[in-house]
C-alpha cells in the first residue's frame, strides 16, 4: 500500500490545520493507521492511532484533546485533525499503516507515507 500525506503548512499558534493520508494500492480498512511525527534533531514520536474499524483510538498525552484522528475507508484516507497548534507541534508530520496490531510504536507499522511539514509560529 502506498500513502501519501498531506495538509501541512504554517500556521499560527492557536491555529488549525487538518492532515490527510490517502492510501493507493489497497483498501486502508485491512490497516491500523498511525499518525506520528518528527521534530529537527527530535526521534520520530507516536501521536495518534486507530483500529482498522475506528473502534479504538489512543492519542499520545501531548496532543489528547487537541487533535482527532478519523478515517473514511470509503475514501481510503484518514485524517488527524488538529486544533490549537502550538509551537512545539512544529514538525514532520508521517501517516503510518499496520497490518497485524493497533500500536504506538513506529516498529509496528509496515508502511509509510513520505511526511508532510507542518510549522507552528508563536
Known amino acids: 500500500v502506498q500513502l501519501q500525506a498531506s495538509g501541512g503548512g504554517l500556521v499560527q499558534a492557536g491555529g488549525s490545520l487538518r492532515l490527510s493520508c490517502a492510501a493507493s494500492?489497497?483498501?486502508?480498512?485491512?490497516?491500523?493507521m498511525g499518525w506520528f511525527r518528527q521534530a529537527p534533531g527530535k526521534e520520530r514520536e507516536f501521536i495518534s492511532t486507530?483500529?482498522?474499524?475506528?473502534?479504538?483510538?489512543y492519542y499520545a498525552v501531548a496532543v489528547k484533546g487537541r487533535f482527532t484522528i478519523s478515517r473514511d475507508n470509503a475514501k481510503n484516507t484518514v485524517y488527524l485533525q488538529m486544533n490549537s497548534l502550538k509551537p512545539e507541534d512544529t514538525a514532520i508530520y508521517y501517516c503510518?499503516?499496520?497490518?497485524?496490531?493497533?500500536?504506538?510504536?513506529?516498529?509496528?507499522?509496515?508502511?509509510w507515507g513520505q511526511g508532510t511539514l507542518v510549522t507552528v509560529s508563536s
Open positions: 503510518a499503516a499496520s497490518a497485524r496490531v493497533f500500536s504506538t510504536l513506529p516498529t509496528e507499522y509496515d508502511y
Open positions: 494500492g489497497r483498501s486502508l480498512s485491512e490497516y491500523s
Open positions: 486507530i483500529s482498522w474499524s475506528a473502534g479504538s483510538l
